[in-house]
């Protein structure tokens, strides 16, 4: 039964358009949902904000919402949009501030079995993994070696630093390195703010998880992607830190400054934007694939440090942990439809390409991308495999988690995080987290439900489910 | 009184601040940042004093500029800066100094802050602001 309502009007089975488009929108407005999910959009301002994303110069096709969307400063978490280059924007608000931030899954040859007791390998990990705010890790580089980071990615720092192994490289989106990132477009303070931070997770809700596989939905796309029932993996999320931090902070001041010059005028200064052609709009897409690549491989050091840790606590010298994909969330890249180029912004929605792409690695051809689909702290996360039919309806993108429902502060007055803690470790899931405030922040009823929100994508045919991973154990961030 | 309290926000922080000057108004923004950086930990002793001094096309981005400034120097100083003090203020240039606490472990992160539907309104009681903040 079709639903209708005030701001959006069902155009599909999981399709909603905006009702009243601003005058100045160049673009209908989308969102993939069922009727509970567009409840929950309804309820804050990120409508309002996909709205405003349509205005942008050169958007094409739609501003589309994801299922998890909600609301965020610019552009909405959960935000999609495509601008034609050379003239049409990039905006560092359709990116977000931590550039790069994503999801990296990493499958152990180890079965539950084998892991028995799990606290030693949480406890090690989260002796050996550093989180919170600004914490340095316990890498240390040169500002050259940080330059090459920037420009060479993950394999300056498999090849030159030997973090992990070269076959990592081919499970990466783009190989873990954006080609046209120019460090000295990042600024000397940026270096400064995040160059100390490879090597470490971050707080708010970055986490890094140990996992069992326990529900496979595809056989045949589980044997491909190496996943079986009763597997341990680990669920790594963190991006390019106090570095990326800063190159958005730079950059959103640059172009707004920039606005006039170019006779952009907008409904939300947050929104930021040059043409991709103008000086502006090319030094920070220089300087935001160089904090990308900076994301890679702070994802690929962490990657080592599990590694070393799996090895010693399994006590297992043949213990491995195999990269199975890394997949960006917050990111903008120049990607092929049809014939012509268009530059994807991705705000807290993951890349979705089908089995028919020929970037994705040859082994995952005919599949389609692996996609990481996080839950809330204490909920599965989800494994999909991209369809090719992503590129007509969602820009070849999908979902990036449940998607909060609820401030940080709503959160913390409902739940108890001392109790949270205690249910949790009740549930066999051992928690490794300081504060009891930050726990409450994470808890699963400040998000939405992340199967629902996965089976709206894959009725939408954007992606299919392969399989289901349960956490056994959580080191917040 | 110069006040702020933070308000709902599904993804983000929202500072609401409320001062009867400009002045007054971006020091209680500092405030406000470094109660939230503190909110989960306490100061362990005194740290330095930073002067600050920007440039901004407007009052709004201005205090954009502050506030991500007090950021900047938190994370690469590491200490919290609990007290602000504005020398000179215009709708487009400040002078300040920030004085620092060293936190005993500090955890929450305020990644920037953003222009995102900020407008410092006049009111009858001074100024009045609020600013979304990327946690």
Redesign the interface.
């Known amino acids: 039964m079709k639903m209708e309502n005030r701001k959006l009007r069902q155009i599909g089975d999981v399709t909603y358009e905006l009702v009243e488009r601003r005058a100045d929108a160049h673009v209908p407005v989308r969102v993939i949902a069922d009727d509970e999910l567009v409840r929950a959009i309804e309820?804050?301002r990120?409508l309002e904000q996909l709205g405003n994303v349509a205005a942008l110069p050169g958007i094409t096709r739609f501003a589309l919402g994801m299922p998890d969307m909600?609301?965020?400063?610019?552009f909405p978490?959960g935000g999609v949009a495509a601008t034609v280059p050379p003239d049409g924007v990039i905006s560092p608000?359709g990116i977000?501030?931590?550039i790069n931030c994503g999801v990296r899954l990493l499958a152990s040859s180890l079965r539950r079995e084998e892991l028995e007791p799990v606290e030693p390998l949480v406890h090690e990990l989260s002796r050996s993994v550093p989180t919170?705010?600004?914490r340095h890790g316990r890498l240390s580089f040169t500002p050259q070696e940080i330059d090459r980071i920037l420009v060479e990615g993950c394999p300056y720092v498999v090849d030159e630093h030997g973090l992990g192994r070269s076959e990592d490289l081919i499970f990466i989106e783009s190989h873990g390195c954006l080609q046209g990132a120019d460090a000295s477009k990042v600024s000397s303070?940026a270096k400064?703010?995040g160059g100390d931070q490879l090597g470490t997770l971050?707080?708010?809700n970055h986490f890094l998880e140990v996992q069992v596989v326990d529900a496979i939905f595809d056989e045949g796309a589980a044997s491909v992607f190496g996943l079986f029932e009763g597997q341990i993996t680990v669920l790594l999320h963190t991006g390019s830190r106090?570095l990326g931090?800063?190159v958005?902070?730079d950059y959103?001041?640059v172009m707004?400054?920039s606005l006039a010059r170019h006779q952009i005028v907008l409904p939300?200064?947050?929104l930021?934007c040059a043409p991709l052609s103008s000086r502006e709009g090319s030094d920070y897409f220089a300087a935001m694939c160089a904090a990308a690549n900076f994301a890679w491989a702070n994802r690929q050091a962490l990657t080592h440090r599990v590694r070393e840790v799996f090895r010693r606590e399994s006590h297992k010298s043949s213990c491995d942990l195999r990269v199975v994909y890394d997949v960006a969330h917050n990111i903008a890249k120049l990607e092929s439809f049809g014939k012509g180029t268009l530059l994807v912004h991705r705000k807290g929605a993951t890349r979705a390409f089908g089995p028919s792409s020929q970037e994705i690695p040859p082994v995952y051809r005919g599949t389609g991308q692996p996609i990481f689909i996080p839950g809330s702290m204490g909920t599965s996360s989800f494994v999909l495999a991209g369809a090719d039919a992503s590129e007509d309806i969602s820009l070849s993108s999908t979902c990036h988690g449940a998607g909060?429902?609820?401030?940080?502060?709503?959160a913390k007055r409902l739940v108890v995080g001392a109790s949270l803690r205690r249910e949790l470790e009740a549930r066999g899931i051992v928690v490794r987290c300081?504060?009891n405030?930050?726990l409450a922040e994470e808890a699963p009823v400040a998000y939405k439900d992340v199967e629902r929100v996965v089976d709206v994508v894959a009725r939408a045919g954007i992606a299919r489910k392969v399989a289901r991973l349960r956490p056994i154990g959580v080191l917040k961030g | 009184v110069p006040s702020h309290t933070f308000e709902d926000h599904v993804g983000e922080v929202r500072m609401r601040v409320d001062a009867p000057t400009l002045a007054s108004l971006f020091e209680e923004a500092a405030r406000g940042i470094a109660d939230l950086m503190l909110e989960t930990t306490s100061a362990v002793d005194a740290a330095g004093v930073e002067a600050v001094e920007l440039h901004a096309p407007d009052k709004e981005s201005l205090l954009v500029d502050w506030l991500n400034e007090i950021i900047f120097l938190s994370e690469t100083r590491r200490h919290v800066y609990t007290g602000a003090r504005v020398q000179r203020i215009s709708d487009t240039e400040l002078d300040a100094v920030v004085h620092g606490v060293v936190p005993e472990n500090l955890r929450t992160p305020v990644k920037a802050a953003t222009l995102h539907a900020l407008k410092i309104e006049e009111t009858p009681q001074g100024y009045s602001a609020s600013v979304t903040l990327d946690v």
Not at chain 1, 70 to 74: A, L, P, V
Not at chain 1, 404 to 410: I, K, L, P, V, Y
């Open positions: 309820k804050d990120s909600h609301e965020g400063y610019g978490v608000g977000g501030f931590d919170g705010y600004g303070r400064e703010r971050g707080g708010g106090g931090h800063q958005c902070t959103v001041r707004d400054q939300d200064r947050q930021a909060r429902a609820m401030s940080r502060g709503a300081p504060s405030s930050e």
